[in-house]
């Protein structure tokens, strides 16, 4: 479909070798079996890991410790085409290097990086992140998981909820209350008193690994502590990262649905002439590919505002907010023009719509960034 904006016109030379890349690893690597993973709720992580890490997709926005280093837009491209195979996959992108990796590249200490980065990097570890909680996902800072100190160690009690990659990682990245405040803690999967039972019976998100994480007197020595932050900073600055992943990536979802819708109105016949060529149908088209280009320029300023050391969480929060919502109508219209067929799984679109509706949620509820813009406005704070 063109591009009719002509907004890949704004990418560079490296930045467009990224989108090309990752592309053809989609068509060649997902796009034929991942209608299957979806009925068949599996993702196979492992199998794909090593293949994402030899082209530099984990953790690429990150210098040293073998990984890619890319400006911000390199990496956004990259979620765009990575969910424009599947919203799992980019999570799974997302989640190790934005959510997992940063956390310890950022405030780690030199021996944490040393240990887990370089392997994760590669796709030869596997990390989640866990913050959300049963009780608690909008107010993180009410979380109950808790760690206590005895002795030198820590000892962590608690659980986290929803979280991506969990029952297949080898290390998660965990933020419990202390007595000093929130810390994040690296906890090695295989500690004992840890676990991670995978969470079955979902209808989004489907070839995506998602679990809880339970934590009975898990012991862990005083290094496992991440040095360089404290209090709600930490996990807020790692989800910022992964939320803007999230921006750039469902418009490749919204891509997805209206080239598939595209696709179908040229060729499924009614009255005796294809239904693209009815006005109804072409307004529908047109609207959304005006949501796709409008999301895509949000997408692309956030990138250069995040490459010039300038984007701010409220900001996120706009690209957030605007963008899965966008992406999330135009997989509903995209649906209605494949009419009956939109609800199988030989098309894309019933699988993106499923999954945007979690994306729509997770890593802040559209409530939540609601009332962010909110308070950027009026300077009145609406959360309690």
């Not at 996959?89 to 310890?104: E, K, T, Y």
């Not at 160690?153 to 209350?177: F, H, Y």
Request: net charge negative.
């Amino acid at each position: 479909m063109d591009d009719l904006l002509r907004l890949d016109d704004r990418l560079d030379g490296d930045q467009r070798l990224i989108r090309d890349t990752v592309r053809s690893f989609v068509d060649d690597r997902v796009l034929p079996y991942v209608g299957d993973w979806f009925e068949q709720a599996t993702f196979p992580a492992r199998e794909l890991a090593p293949a994402l890490g030899s082209l530099g997709l984990l953790g690429m926005h990150l210098e040293g410790y073998g990984c890619a280093g890319t400006d911000a837009i390199s990496y956004g491209v990259a979620c765009r085409e990575l969910e424009a195979g599947d919203s799992g996959l980019r999570s799974f992108v997302s989640v190790q290097g934005s959510l997992a990796m940063f956390p310890i590249w950022r405030y780690g200490s030199s021996e944490q990086k040393d240990q887990w980065l370089p392997a994760m990097a590669a796709g030869e570890a596997i990390g989640c992140f866990g913050l959300t909680e049963p009780d608690h996902g909008s107010d993180p800072a009410n979380m109950r998981t808790y760690a206590k100190r005895d002795g030198s160690d820590w000892i962590l009690n608690g659980s986290k909820m929803w979280i991506t990659n969990g029952s297949i990682a080898d290390v998660a990245v965990v933020w419990a209350q202390t007595d000093d405040g929130i810390r994040g803690f690296v906890v090695p999967t295989d500690t004992p008193g840890f676990s991670a039972p995978e969470i079955h019976k979902k209808l989004s998100l489907r070839a995506s690994i998602t679990s809880s994480l339970y934590f009975d007197d898990v012991r862990l020595p005083a290094s496992a502590v991440l040095p360089e932050v404290s209090g709600l900073k930490g996990p807020l600055s790692c989800l910022s990262e992964a939320r803007f992943g999230i921006i750039w990536g469902v418009v490749g979802a919204a891509r997805a649905c209206l080239e598939a819708a595209v696709s179908y109105a040229k060729t499924r016949i009614q009255f005796d002439k294809p239904i693209g060529a009815f006005q109804l149908t072409q307004e529908k088209l047109a609207w959304m590919y005006v949501g796709t280009a409008q999301a895509g320029l949000t997408a692309l300023h956030l990138g250069a505002l995040k490459d010039a050391g300038k984007l701010e969480p409220r900001q996120i929060s706009f690209g957030k907010l605007a963008n899965v919502r966008a992406a999330l109508d135009i997989a509903r219209q995209a649906r209605t023009i494949l009419g009956g067929n939109g609800i199988t799984l030989e098309y894309p679109v019933i699988r993106h719509m499923n999954n945007l509706e979690s994306v729509l949620t997770y890593e802040g509820t559209q409530e939540i960034h609601t009332l962010v813009l909110g308070e950027a406005l009026t300077g009145l704070a609406a959360y309690r």
